[in-house]
T-cell receptor, first 115, second 114 residues
């Protein structure tokens, strides 16, 4: 069966510090991968998605970047965090070749607080 | 924007009652999905209904889709305390740039009191 991992679960970082959040998927090959951010009490905002190694699409201009160095690894990064980067970050995957708007499967999330 | 909007924003019911949540959207869709999120956790996919379907069932869940009204409803029958969570609708379709994407609404927070 497929599983998705995210770490760390919680993170407190000062403004101006770098960020690296990691997401890995097991049990599937060539998944579509997504990074979302959820502000407190709000819906999900799609940040990045990837349909393959090295292929990253950005949905909104921001202080963040994403990379996919391996088939089942998706990394969210920032060189200098802003207060507005605080939020709950969710990684998700969907089956390949079925469209990125088919059902998605989410990781447990990372709670990021920028102080 | 094709973003779904759930209604109500919050719903509090007693165990055993039915809970109905609604979702409205603005543009053409390929499908509409419902997800559940327990507090501080990731989302769990509940059910997907395609644009050519009108109703779908899964256990205690019943989803309807009215593409003429651009709306969907999620009915949870005989609710349990464990159903307490936020429920999100998500619409699948093409973004303005032509790529496929899933767009989430802001959710309905359901509280089921024992």
């Amino acid at each position: 069966s497929q599983t998705i991992h995210q770490w760390p679960a919680t993170l407190v970082q000062p403004v101006g510090s770098p960020l690296s959040l990691e997401c890995t998927v097991e049990g599937t090959s060539n998944p579509n991968l997504y990074w979302y951010r959820q502000a407190a009490g709000r819906g999900l905002q799609l940040l990045f998605y990837s349909v393959g190694i090295g292929q990253i699409s950005s949905e909104v201009p921001q202080n963040l970047s994403a990379s996919r160095p391996q088939d089942r690894q998706f990394i969210l990064s920032s060189k200098k965090l802003l207060l507005s980067d605080s939020g709950f970050y969710l990684c998700a995957w969907s089956a390949p070749a079925r469209g990125s708007f088919d059902e998605q499967y989410f990781g447990p999330g990372t709670r990021l607080t920028v102080t | 924007s094709q973003q779904g909007e759930e209604d109500p924003q919050a719903l509090s019911i007693q165990e055993g009652e039915n809970a109905t949540m609604n979702c409205s959207y603005k543009t053409s869709i390929n499908n509409l999905q419902w997800y559940r999120q327990n507090s501080g956790r990731g989302l769990v996919h509940l059910i997907l209904i395609r644009s050519n379907e009108r109703e779908k069932h899964s256990g205690r869940l019943r989803v309807t889709l009215d593409t003429s009204k651009k709306s969907s409803s999620l009915l949870i029958t005989a609710s349990r305390a464990a159903d307490t969570a936020s429920y999100f609708c998500a619409t699948g379709g093409l973004s303005q740039g032509g790529s496929e994407k899933l767009v989430f609404g802001k959710g309905t927070k359901l509280t089921v009191n024992p």
